[in-house]
């Protein structure tokens, strides 16, 4: 894809990034980066995936109304993708991931932040979750940068290399949010 062309629709519109919708333009971008270590090894997912099980995913996952997945851009390049997941009335889980190359530059921040506003402003949601697992320092600095509050852990919650690690739980309610 060409830089500066933009597949999909801007939904939210940052001071260094835009929330797009998520094209099908957009899989083999997908497939590579979640093939990557440096991508998967920080997520739930760990198992490698082709085209054709990146474009089912597409069609069931993104394409379904059940939660809200955007690309995050920069000057029309797809840099990730970050959603919002129902998990009961009002409270959505939020997942985010970045390619390699845009970690830790504060895209991951600025994203979640984005569709967090979005969350409580206009889909009337009073809490939003999130999850990162023990070795993803990164992550869990994003959410308590974020005002997210640890709410639990859940021990020994997935195999990563070689090991059982535990899954930090956070969540920030929308009154908190709004402070």
């Known amino acids: 894809m060409e830089v500066g062309i933009v ?11 835009n929330l797009r919708t998520i094209e099908e333009e957009d899989v083999e971008f997908i497939r590579d980066e979640f093939n990557n270590p440096a991508v998967w090894s920080g997520l739930s997912h760990s198992k490698p ?3 054709e ?5 597409f069609e069931d996952v993104i394409c379904d109304d059940e939660q809200i997945d955007l690309a995050i851009c920069k000057e029309g ?5 970050v959603d919002l997941i129902p998990e ?9 991931w970045l390619a390699e190359k845009f970690q830790s530059k504060g895209y991951g921040t600025e994203a979640s932040e984005m569709i967090i506003n979005y969350a409580f402003n206009e889909l009337r949601c009073h809490k939003v979750t999130a999850r990162a697992y023990s070795s993803n320092v ?8 974020l005002g997210f509050k640890q ?6 919650q997935i195999f990563r290399e070689g090991k059982f690690e535990d899954a930090v739980l956070y969540g920030v309610l929308e009154e ?3 402070e």
Do not use: C, D, H
């Open 88 to 96: 009961e009335e009002g409270v959505y889980e939020i997942g985010i």
């Open 77 to 81: 390049e797809i840099m990730g993708t």
């Open 176 to 178: 908190e949010w709004e």
């Open 53 to 57: 099980q990146k474009r089912e995913f």
């Open 138 to 145: 990164g992550s869990q600095r994003v959410w308590e940068k």
């Open 49 to 51: 995936g082709n085209l």
């Open 151 to 156: 709410e639990g852990v859940q021990r020994k």
């Open 7 to 17: 597949p999909g629709a801007i939904f939210l519109e940052g001071e260094r990034i």
